[in-house]
């Protein structure tokens, strides 16, 4: 089993700046991809940024040039670095992990963003 531990989130006006942090531990060696995704009552879960092992990044349009996604594929470590956030960055943010060598997926528990107008 892997486990997932964020950190960060919180409440902050619009135009400031938070950062959330995510750690794996269990049974996990490294990872094909990690990062963030966010979901609003009522929304699908979707896509805010990943980094893959490899080094690449994804991001949802939405957030490029606001979000950045770093990482490390040793220490199982992502973290997500947020500015110019705007009230439609609110959501709750889940860490997700798909694991290397043997590919599965893990899910944190969550972490709520609040940006105030």
């Known amino acids: 089993q892997v486990q997932l531990v964020e950190s960060g989130g919180g409440l902050v006006q619009a135009g400031g700046s938070l950062g959330l942090s995510c750690a794996a531990s269990g049974s996990i060696f490294s990872f094909n991809r990690m990062g963030w995704y966010r979901q609003v009552p009522g929304k699908e879960r979707e896509l805010v940024a990943i980094l893959t092992r490899g080094g690449s990044t994804n991001y949802a349009d939405s957030v490029k040039g606001r979000f950045t996604i770093s990482g490390d594929n040793a220490k199982n470590t992502v973290n997500l670095q947020m500015n110019s956030l705007k009230p439609e960055d609110t959501a709750v943010y889940y860490c997700?992990?798909?694991?290397?060598?043997?590919?599965?997926?893990?899910w944190g528990k969550g972490t709520l963003v609040t940006v105030s107008s």
């Open positions: 997700h992990v798909n694991t290397w060598p043997f590919p599965k997926d893990y």
